[in-house]
């Protein structure tokens, strides 16, 4: 008997939108009972109190029932195609989910997983997406223009192998195949428009917001509210029974596109250890994800299972071990192994004390001069000359503006600053975000010697090979964070004791931050003068920011210490 021909990615969504068209239908009649309800109680109210009677008439109801009918088919429609279109949009942004960064070798490495699982899985296109959240966790949607896309968390990435990652990504695109992410998708963005209603209108907002009205006409908005929750409650169960059989069929399909049932277990397993918090969104999104947030420490009773979007962890775990075959405890074993083989192959950083000493006669020749350049003197006002400074100190000196009195020393002429080219080139630089100085760009602001290009815990960075400063994209730091491709020297442990002891734990000698008796220095990448200040106020270790092009320079063992701090915290 032959099978039938395996349908193409179009032909299943365009089965899904069909089948959606139930749910449309179940929001009509929900509309129709809700206002319904509520329009009844108010006419019922109306007659009583106004009319006399206790029943409305024939009429009012005939004419009610069409009217009703009228405007629970404007409304369910309205709902449902704002979740159709706006859905996965809302979703994306509630999440800040971003497109990955190339020049990240985490961010590449998923690109190329998806891109290799995309051709295996026969789709046409796959659009990925990361949340920058250090749990672990992964979901895949259906934009308006039926483009799927898959989103993992920057923790997953952190934590991952490259198979796991692989059947992580082959979970998400057979939802894909199999149109679950398609109604998913369509299913929880219904339910979240009840739920978001619902949070509007809660009793105790309610409350306080008629603290100082009377209490005529209080008992409409407790009748909303009471609709909605009860829609919320149906289309929550609608998406956990939709959910809950079909996440084992994803694993079944995963395993036949990645072939590998053992990675898909380990993955599963680290998912539901690590997903506690997903970023901001509502609960009604839990079908969505491989593992539902907030899972640990649930039961397997009769309500668990009612109201849990996924089958129980121990479940899943057991049915892909069997197609190994193997026990499901070998398996949890296999994680920790990982887990110890990958901390052995940390490369393990030292701190600026231990590492040899370059010769410094190559160095020497690229160093400028600090007293390079410094021609320039300022007008202050009480009218006596201040410098000498360089370019980029005359520019972020405080009486500085381009109407100040300027003097080049060197060639002994006074005028306005804006009479001065090299001020007027600069302050262009300075207004298109390039440096002001091109022979100092990219120079080392501690030792100035050239940065060198390289990575550090996959993200682009530039460090300088004599000091071991590094400058970093502020908004990288949330992954370096997270991962833990590195390990740390004693001495660099010890460090970070210490700092932890003396500043952290003694507010009475914190180190104070003052911009003017610190060190003056300027941003390698676009000039501007970096200011001291803390990493953030839980890790109060000092860096120089740089507010113009959001760079962090850290100077010599000052990450590995942040780093340290946060991961024994």
């Not at 600053?417 to 100085?437: C, D, S, T, V």
């Not at 602001?445 to 400058?471: H, T």
């Not at 491709?485 to 004693?490: P, Q, R």
Request: with cysteine.
């Amino acid at each position: 008997m032959r099978k039938n021909p395996a349908l193409d990615f179009y032909e299943i969504q365009k089965q899904q939108w069909r089948k959606s068209l139930f749910l449309f239908l179940v929001l009509i009649v929900f509309y129709f009972l809700a206002v319904g309800f509520i329009s009844f109680v108010l006419v019922l109210c109306f007659s009583i109190f106004f009319r006399g009677g206790w029943f409305p008439s024939q009429n009012i109801l005939r004419t009610l029932i069409l009217i009703n009918s009228a405007v629970s088919i404007i409304i369910a429609s309205a709902h449902f195609f704002d979740a159709r279109k706006f859905g996965a949009k809302f979703i994306i942004k509630r999440l800040q989910a971003q497109q990955p960064d190339l020049s990240d070798r985490y961010h590449k490495q998923f690109v190329n997983t998806v891109e290799e699982m995309r051709i295996a899985s026969g789709l046409p296109k796959v659009i990925p997406y990361i949340f920058p959240t250090f749990a672990i966790n992964s979901m895949a949607l259906i934009q308006p223009d039926n483009t799927p896309t898959v989103i993992v968390t920057e923790g997953l990435l952190a934590e991952f192998t490259r198979d796991e990652l692989q059947a992580v990504v082959a979970h998400e695109l057979a939802h894909i195949i199999r149109g679950d992410a398609f109604y998913l998708t369509l299913v929880c963005s219904l339910a979240n428009s009840f739920e978001r209603v619902r949070q509007a209108i809660e009793p105790e907002k309610l409350q306080r917001a008629g603290k100082y009205r009377s209490q005529r006409g209080g008992a409409a908005p407790y009748l909303i509210y009471f609709a909605v929750t009860v829609s919320a409650i149906i289309m929550h169960l609608l998406s956990t029974l939709i959910s809950r059989q079909r996440e084992v069929l994803a694993d079944a399909a995963a395993v036949e596109l990645s072939r590998n049932p053992r990675a898909l277990a380990r993955a599963i397993y680290k998912a539901d250890v690590k997903n506690s918090f997903v970023g901001d969104f509502n609960l009604t999104y839990s079908p969505l994800f491989i593992v539902p947030p907030k899972s640990r420490g649930e039961s397997g009773g009769f309500l668990s299972r009612l109201f849990n979007s996924h089958p129980p962890l121990i479940e899943r775990i057991k049915l892909l071990a069997n197609m190994i075959p193997t026990r499901p405890g070998n398996i949890i074993r296999e994680i920790w192994d990982i887990q110890k083989t990958r901390r052995k192959a940390k490369v393990i950083l030292k701190s600026q004390e231990e590492l040899p000493e370059i010769s410094g006669t190559a160095l020497q020749t690229q160093e400028i001069s600090q007293e390079e350049g410094k021609v320039w003197a300022i007008h202050d006002p009480k009218g006596n000359w201040q410098g000498s400074f360089a370019l980029e100190e005359l520019l972020f000196h405080r009486y500085f503006t381009p109407k100040r009195w300027i003097k080049n020393l060197q060639e002994d002429v006074e005028a306005l600053a804006n009479e001065f080219p090299q001020i007027r080139g600069a302050l262009r630089n300075l207004g298109k975000k390039k440096p002001i100085n091109p022979a100092k760009q990219n120079k080392c602001p501690r030792c100035r010697i050239a940065l060198s290009e390289s990575y550090y815990e996959g993200i682009p960075a530039k460090i300088c090979s004599r000091c071991q400063g590094k400058l970093v994209d502020s908004v990288h730091m949330n992954r370096v964070i997270a991962r833990k491709e590195v390990g740390f020297s004693e001495q660099l442990i010890k460090k970070a004791k210490e700092f932890k002891e003396n500043f952290l734990l003694n507010p009475f000698q914190r180190k104070k931050i003052d911009l003017e008796k610190s060190p003056k220095i300027y941003c390698p990448n676009c000039g501007y003068r970096m200011v001291p200040r803390p990493y953030n106020y839980q890790y109060i270790v000092p860096v120089d920011k740089c507010f113009s092009c959001n760079k962090i320079w850290f100077d010599s063992d000052e990450l590995e210490i942040l780093q340290i701090l946060i991961e024994k915290r």
